[in-house]
């Protein structure tokens, strides 16, 4: 959701702006713009709508920068157009500002410099961080910055430049991620990793209330109040080839033929099947809480909520305890009944998701032990937790996520059989065969992903279906879920998912021979209960589409209706089968996508990391 680039350094600052924001057009935006200083004169260009408009108008005229700063816009205060994109500026034409966020009392702001002279000429929240800056300055931006911020109320992750302060820039963070890459002789700022990855590997991750100035060779942060921190740099080992699309027309689909791999490296070094034990000890101090659990709660939003209905059930099935899934959204304004004894398990990709990190601030305040299964170290949720479960998936860059998902699975997979181990309710013995099973998966999912191409054969047929329906029992119920979330995001084809079970008090009502049922079928002992399932489909002229284990005849006889397909895969424990159910749904969304022309990387209204509430 909106990304922020700035550069000072040796180099033509457009260029690295621009590729910076491109890399960074996975987040979401609507519109886009510069402003950069060349010998003393400040000069911004900005458009409604994608990169290439920008970028178009600058290669009709060009404009070089010694410093400057760049931005892709989300829309939230004010329509995408070139009056509100970013960056903004003051009256002066002196200072300009990208910002990512709300400032939540920016109309009671504005009044007061409206009635000391101030002129706004957009509709957005954030040109009255231009002019609070202005009205504080005496000389020091990051002074002014630190004024301005101090009447400021809400989210924000921004950068600014003052145009007669050269090769500077500050920037500011409540909220938001911004991180800064440190060069050699030059320093960046961006909202995300990826964006600087082709330029370096070594970052400061800026924390809530930091305020940070940098110049080509200097970096400082320092409080609100003005008091130095220290952000030491981290290397970040994400390979930045990851962050490209290596011959896949989309990242999703590199992505999802990425997931074999990532669930490997998500396990790699995690457990040792000698002893049938799994080893967290990066969980550090966390770990010893862990022994002391009666509940878990699992927070999360979107595909990562999917994950936590997955891991409800891992976590209850082998190590016996209650655990409790809820969406980020929904936990902080209910009465959670959380305290000591609760382990509060927050699963994001980003771990900059704003409603996820709130829950889990929430349930830290109450006393619970935070954990956070995240994707990105360095990311606020892995800051503010007391133990981490890093996911090894890579950098994510299709906003439908995938092999962050099943990554996700990976973890928790682990920390049930841990929870496991801890509490008794698994032998060693039981332990070793689970992680033998669990070993084997990323092999499987190879062997599921290797059939991708019936899939898009399939899809020729479904490109008139307006709705779907997507069923699964038990384990799989999550995945039905998963399943249609991925065909809504990038086809905006209406999709249900439903508990097999409860087709029959709804739904069933829907059914039709233009209705697509997706039908999850795993070698477990609900495998008869979603045959009858299909039964009840077909007995209404449905159409079914059943994602089952190779080898079942029954089904083979069920399903000869001529819009019925079979999606096999290979067969694996009960356990472990939502990492391979979910597969061939995502290749169906993809291709569903592709056929209808849709931008598959980045659907529309859609953000990566949403960073507001
Ligand atoms: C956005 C993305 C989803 C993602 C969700 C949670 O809505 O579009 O793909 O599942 O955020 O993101 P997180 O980074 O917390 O997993």
Redesign the pocket.
């Known amino acids: 959701m909106c990304g922020i680039v700035g550069y000072v350094g040796g180099q033509d600052a457009v260029p690295v702006i621009l590729d910076g924001l491109k890399r960074l057009e996975y987040r ?1 935006y609507d519109s886009a713009g510069v402003a950069v200083v060349n010998q003393g004169s400040l000069q911004r260009r900005r458009s409604a709508g994608k990169l290439d408009r920008l970028a178009s108008s600058l290669a009709a005229e060009p404009l070089r920068g010694e410093w400057g700063l760049g931005h892709t816009r989300w829309a939230t205060h004010g329509r995408p157009t070139e009056e509100n994109a970013h960056p903004h500026q003051d009256c002066g034409g002196h200072i300009v500002v990208v910002h990512n966020g709300i400032i939540e009392n920016h109309l009671e702001l504005k009044e007061r410099l409206v009635e000391e002279g101030h002129r706004f000429v957009t509709q957005t929240d954030t040109e009255v961080l231009a002019h609070l800056v202005e009205s504080a300055y005496r000389g020091s931006l990051e002074e002014a910055a630190r004024e301005a911020l101090a009447r400021v109320r809400g989210v924000y992750a921004l950068v600014l430049l003052h145009r007669d302060e050269p090769q500077r820039l500050v920037a500011a963070r409540m909220g938001p991620p911004l991180v800064i890459g440190v060069g050699e002789s030059e320093h960046f700022i961006a909202s995300d990793i990826p964006a600087l990855l082709r330029h370096t590997r070594d970052f400061v991750f800026l924390e809530d209330g930091d305020v940070a100035t940098v110049t080509p060779t200097a970096l400082s942060v320092r409080n609100l109040e003005g008091v130095e921190v220290t952000r030491p740099p981290q290397r970040v080992t994400w390979d930045p080839v990851q962050a490209e699309k290596g011959g896949y027309r989309h990242f999703m689909l590199k992505e999802i033929h990425e997931q074999p791999r990532a669930a490997r490296d998500t396990l790699l070094g995690r457990f040792s099947v000698e002893d049938g034990e799994v080893l967290l000890d990066e969980l550090g101090p966390a770990a010893a809480g862990l022994r002391e659990a009666s509940r878990v709660m699992l927070l ?7 994950a936590g209905l997955v891991g409800k059930f891992l976590i209850e099935h082998l190590a016996g305890l209650p655990a409790e899934v809820d969406y ?1 959204s929904e936990f902080r304004y209910r009465t959670p009944l959380v305290g000591p004894g609760t382990v509060a398990v927050a ?7 704003a409603d ?1 990190l709130a829950a889990f601030r929430e349930a830290k305040s109450r006393g619970a032990l935070p954990i956070a299964i ?3 170290r360095g990311s606020m ?1 892995t800051r503010e937790a007391v133990g981490s479960l890093l996911t090894h998936a890579g950098p994510e860059i299709g ?3 995938t092999k ?2 099943t990554s ?1 699975l990976v973890a928790l997979a682990l920390l049930a059989l841990h929870l496991g181990r801890l509490r008794g309710t698994l032998s060693p013995d039981q332990c070793r065969e689970h992680l033998v099973a669990l070993a084997r998966i990323p092999h499987l999912m190879e062997q599921a992903l290797s059939r991708a191409d019936e899939i898009e054969e399939l899809t020729r047929s479904l490109t008139h279906a307006t709705d779907f329906l997507y069923l699964g029992r038990g384990i799989n119920y999550p995945i039905a879920l998963e399943g249609a ?1 991925k065909l809504k ?1 990038i086809s905006y084809v209406h999709a249900e998912g439903y508990p097999a079970g409860e087709m029959k008090h709804g739904p069933i009502a829907l059914i039709d021979d233009a209705l697509p049922v997706v039908a999850l079928c795993a070698d477990d002992h609900v495998y008869e209960k979603m045959l009858s399932n299909i039964q009840e489909a077909k007995a209404r002229g449905g159409r079914v589409i059943a994602v089952a284990p190779s080898g079942n005849g029954d089904l083979r006889g069920l399903l000869d209706g001529p819009g019925d397909a079979i999606l096999e895969i290979p067969s694996c424990p009960a356990l472990w089968s939502p990492f391979i159910t979910v597969l061939p749904l995502q290749l169906l969304a993809y291709h569903v996508a592709l056929r209808a022309g849709r931008d598959v990387d980045q659907p529309r209204n ?5 960073t507001v509430e």
Do not use: D, R, Y
Request: glycine residues 12%.
């Open positions: 979401g999360a939003c979107g595909t990562s909520w999917h980020g699963i994001s990709q980003s771990g900059e998701t996820t995240c994707n990105v949720l906003v439908a996520s962050a998902f996700q979330l995001e859609l953000a990566k990391s949403v």
